[in-house]
């Protein structure tokens, strides 16, 4: 039977989505999907091919896609550190943008949602948490839950600027503000499947809340909405 259970979370880069999916997944024993890893996976293997970024032959990028998935390459991919480097982070929103590359990974998301893998620990998943720019809007229009994270760009690029850091990567507050500006105004633009509020998504900015206190406001409406067993 298909999973019912599908929380779907959206947001700009450094909102929170990730810790929040984290530990909402770990509290209900759902899965979670990082649909960005998704995209940066992709971005990586093209890089790491050798792919002129600057150019990108839209061709050989799907064709490169369709590679990488149906080998399930993608999900090795997904885990090399390299893909939060930022000279992945400089590409992925141009890779993110090619219609035939998000319907690709509409599929799998999709597919993921209706039945997620089991938990880390090889039980039963319960749910499924999707987080991404697009989930509640285009992939899993019919979610039961929904959230949109937001915190402001100032507050976003001091956290990235830490976990830039804190890999051994440098770079100053400037570059990641400007970084982080660019991406939301690439990720809000784009033609298809733009970053969007759903309209029946709640939004928590994360600006002033702490991690706790962004997980009880969404938990109070999880277990409202959600019949978890
Ligand atoms: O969440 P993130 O920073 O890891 O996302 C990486 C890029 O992928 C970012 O430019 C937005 C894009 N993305 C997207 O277009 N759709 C998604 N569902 C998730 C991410």
Redesign the pocket.
């Known amino acids: 039977m298909s999973n019912k259970n599908i929380i779907a979370i959206?947001g700009?880069?450094?909102a929170g989505?990730?810790t929040l999916t984290k530990k909402l997944c770990d509290y209900y024993g759902f899965t979670g999907l990082?649909?960005?890893?998704?995209?940066?996976a992709i971005?990586l293997y093209m890089i790491e091919k050798n792919y002129d970024m600057d150019s990108l032959d839209i061709t050989k990028a799907i064709n490169a896609t369709k590679f990488i998935s149906d080998n399930h390459e993608i999900l090795e991919y997904a885990k090399n550190p390299k893909?939060?480097s930022q000279l992945t982070?400089k590409y992925?929103?141009s890779?993110?943008?090619i219609p035939e590359i998000?319907q690709i990974?509409k599929q799998y998301?999709i597919e993921f949602g209706n039945n997620p893998p089991n938990l880390p620990d090889g039980s039963k998943a319960k749910g499924a948490i999707?987080?991404?720019?697009?989930?509640g809007t285009v992939?899993c229009p019919n979610a039961p839950v929904k959230f949109f994270i937001t915190a402001k760009p100032e507050t976003r690029a001091s956290r990235r600027l830490k976990e830039y850091l804190d890999q051994g990567e440098s770079a100053s507050y400037q570059e990641v503000l400007a970084s982080i500006i660019a991406?939301d105004e690439?990720?809000r633009t784009?033609a298809t499947?733009p970053?969007k509020q759903a309209e029946d998504a709640i939004l928590i900015d994360t600006s002033e809340n702490n991690k706790e206190a962004t997980f009880e406001i969404a938990k109070k409406i999880i277990d409202e909405r959600l019949t978890i067993i």
């Open positions: 959206d700009p880069a450094g989505k990730g990082d649909t960005g890893s998704l995209y940066r971005t893909i939060r982070n992925v929103a890779v993110a943008k998000r990974m998301q999707i987080e991404g720019r697009d989930i992939i991406r690439a990720d784009r499947s970053m």
